[in-house]
């Protein structure tokens, strides 16, 4: 039972701390609110396969779930009287069980320190934000946690069976191939350094990547296996193909964001922001990998992993600001590792023999240095340990009233226009009864149809004007148009003026215009 005890302390204290993060009645982006509808529908027994909600998206006959596995992990929380607050409930359970898993596979490696280092994932300020929005990321980490371990144990079943579910999870699935081939270099950089088999020729080459039936080779085939089984036993193929074509290649890699406004998250973002959110750990890595570079042939193959791996996703994190959620655990994990390494090969005996025969003015450099350090990197690593927090634009009832209005004044499936794509979760949330224009990301309407995505963002950015009635009814099929006050008074200015369109409700956040 003693055992369990790191267990038990750690999901305590971490589940403590994004419990406090959750505990308000606000939910981190709107997001939040699709995923928890389409979670109520599962609940149901109603699996979507179209989605007339979003009226101009390629979505509207042929939408893919890519989060069904997550979907359906949420559903249990959804029975509570309200579902948002059970969804809460869940994302603050599915980070806590992450880093669970996080200081389980530590263990399986012998690192040192395990648990301090599980425990300094609440101070990666950027990570834990991300962590504690309404989004499949923790239980993402969850599955390469388990990824990395069957690949160092060649579980080839189990790597079948993480592939197969990683699709099912997340639409983030490609991941598991970048840890895949993070996992093939890294071995192949720790043999050619700890043996003298390997030379650059090509029959060399083979031997290091296909070597006998169940090495490198078998891996590889169980993960691409796990992954195309989980593409086709699948209730959404093959329609899936061409969304995962729109999310992963549209989206995720080439990012339409310099033609189109897509979510925050897509742009990208520099070095130094990126460090800032966790300097303490940046500081503590590159301490680390000096000491590593300099004594190469002790570094490990799982601190060698952990290296590639956070490099990939530090130019990936400056891409789109977004795969800082990745960045900073794998980061993480290196430092683990190659802290573990330096251990094994520098004892504390040879460091206080080191220490003792320094000259006393350089022992007085160094305390001035960890003087420094503590005063500009750990105490404001503190205070954001201690003011992270969800943002406050997002009430749990956001659009509720407006949304009860639309359902009692309108006619069942009548198109609403919305003057923004990013208020379409909380409209669908609050309010199956209508339709709406566009969600989830602009690429799905700048797919369906280029021209008239562009005519929506010059009528709802208030650009375009004339005969507003008239092409809004022509283009959209809309009698009724709806507008979050704080940020869109150009296109309200022109409502206003056009005599055949009429305020019907207002409240404190929003406005409902009919058109005549």
């Not at 980490?141 to 790597?159: G, N, S, T």
């Not at 890699?253 to 033609?259: F, K, R, S």
């Not at 004594?295 to 789109?320: A, D, E």
């Not at 609403?416 to 339709?435: G, K, R, T």
Request: proline share 3%; hydrophobic share 50%.
């Amino acid at each position: 039972m003693l055992w369990k005890l790191d267990y038990i302390a750690l999901f305590v204290l971490v589940g403590a701390y994004f419990t406090k993060i959750q505990w308000n009645n606000y939910i981190g982006d709107p997001d939040g609110f699709y995923h928890t509808k389409i979670a109520q529908f599962l609940s149901e027994g109603i699996v979507l396969k179209s989605l007339p909600w979003m009226q101009f998206s390629t979505l509207t006959e042929n939408f893919t779930d890519h989060h069904l596995l997550y979907h359906i992990l949420l559903v249990p929380f959804t029975y509570l009287s309200n579902p948002l607050i059970g969804i809460k409930i869940a994302t603050v359970l599915f980070a806590t069980i992450m880093i669970l898993g996080f200081y389980w596979l530590l263990k399986k490696f012998d690192i040192k320190y395990a648990w301090i280092f599980s425990l300094l994932f609440i101070t990666l300020e950027a990570t834990v934000f991300r962590l504690s929005l309404v989004k499949a990321n923790a239980l993402s980490l969850l599955l390469i946690w388990f990824l990395i371990y069957a690949l160092y144990q060649k579980k080839y079943w189990l790597i079948i069976l993480l592939g197969f579910i990683f699709v099912w999870l997340y639409g983030g699935w490609p991941i598991s191939l970048i840890i895949l081939a993070t996992y093939l270099v890294a071995e192949y950089i720790y043999k050619k350094i700890h043996t003298n088999k390997l030379k650059i020729f090509w029959s060399k080459i083979i031997r290091v990547f296909y070597q006998k039936p169940g090495n490198n080779f078998r891996i590889s085939l169980s993960l691409i296996v796990g992954l195309v089984l989980g593409l086709i036993i699948n209730p959404y193929w093959p329609k899936n193909l061409y969304f995962y074509y729109q999310q992963i290649v549209q989206i995720g890699i080439v990012n339409l964001g310099q033609q189109i406004t897509v979510g925050g998250e897509w742009y990208g973002t520099d070095l130094m922001s990126i460090i800032s959110s966790g300097a303490h750990i940046f500081v503590l890595a590159s301490v680390i990998f000096i000491i590593l570079i300099l004594n190469h042939k002790i570094i490990s193959r799982q601190t060698w992993f952990g290296f590639i791996l956070s490099f990939i996703f530090l130019l990936l994190t400056i891409k789109s600001r977004r795969y800082v959620e990745y960045f900073w655990p794998f980061l993480l994990f290196f430092t683990a590792c190659g802290l573990t390494d330096v251990i094994k090969r520098f004892n504390w005996s040879i460091i206080k023999k080191f220490w003792h025969s320094i000259p006393s003015f350089q022992k007085i450099y160094l305390g001035i240095v960890a003087t420094v350090f503590i005063i500009f990197v750990l105490v404001p690593v503190w205070q954001n340990i201690i003011e992270t927090k969800l943002p406050r634009n997002h009430a749990i009832d956001k659009f509720e009233e407006t949304s009860t209005w639309l359902a009692n004044n309108t006619p069942p499936q009548s198109v609403i226009l919305h003057s923004d794509w990013d208020e379409w979760p909380i409209l669908f949330y609050n309010n199956d009864q209508n339709y709406y224009i566009i969600g989830l990301d602009p690429t799905f309407m700048y797919n369906f149809d280029k021209d008239l995505h562009q005519k929506f963002v010059s009528i709802t950015t208030g650009k375009y004007k004339y005969n507003l009635d008239k092409q809004i009814k022509k283009y959209f099929k809309a009698d009724y148009v709806f507008v979050e006050k704080n940020s869109h008074q150009a296109l309200i200015n022109n409502l206003i003026e056009n005599i055949n369109i009429n305020l019907v409700y207002e409240d404190e956040l929003s406005q409902i215009y009919q058109i005549k």
